[in-house]
Nanobody, 125 residues
Framework: QVQLVESGGGLVQAGGSLRLSCAAS????????MGWFRQAPGKEREFVAAMSWSGSSTNYADSVKGRFTISRDNTKNTVYLQMDSLKPEDTAVYSC??????????????????WGQGTQVTVSS
């Protein structure tokens, strides 16, 4: 059964950094694009970043561009989200997801078929 398990969330002050990890299992990780999404209380889930299967293509939400970096290690079946210069508005539950198209870096959540349970990121002002 496909599993995605996030880790690395926590409480950080504004301007700080966190690195999220998403460990994948029970599928051939290197064949799939991966994405990160987030959902704040009372808000809809929103796209954060995505990377193609090879890592050659990335896509970022405008709100995180220049501050967040998505990466992957196909030898470890893990995708990462490095978050720098964090702001209070980045507070949310962050989830990773598997893309249904290997080369796609779509921001459309309907193009992702498996999701992790999420990890809480809280940025204090």
């Amino acid at each position: 059964q496909v599993q995605l398990v996030e880790s690395g969330g926590g409480l950080v002050q504004a301007g700080g950094s966190l690195r999220l990890s998403c460990a994948a299992s029970s599928f051939t990780f290197s064949r799939y694009a991966m994405g990160w999404f987030r959902q704040a209380p009372g808000k809809e889930r929103e796209f954060v970043a995505a990377m193609s299967w090879s890592g050659s293509s990335t896509n970022y939400a405008d709100s995180v561009k220049g501050r967040f970096t998505i990466s992957r290690d196909n030898t470890k079946n893990t995708v990462y989200l490095q978050m720098d210069s964090l702001k209070p508005e980045d507070t949310a539950v962050y989830s990773c997801a598997r893309g249904i198209f290997s080369g796609s870096t779509s921001s459309n959540s309907r193009l992702y078929d498996y999701w992790g349970q999420g990890t809480q990121v809280t940025v204090s002002s």
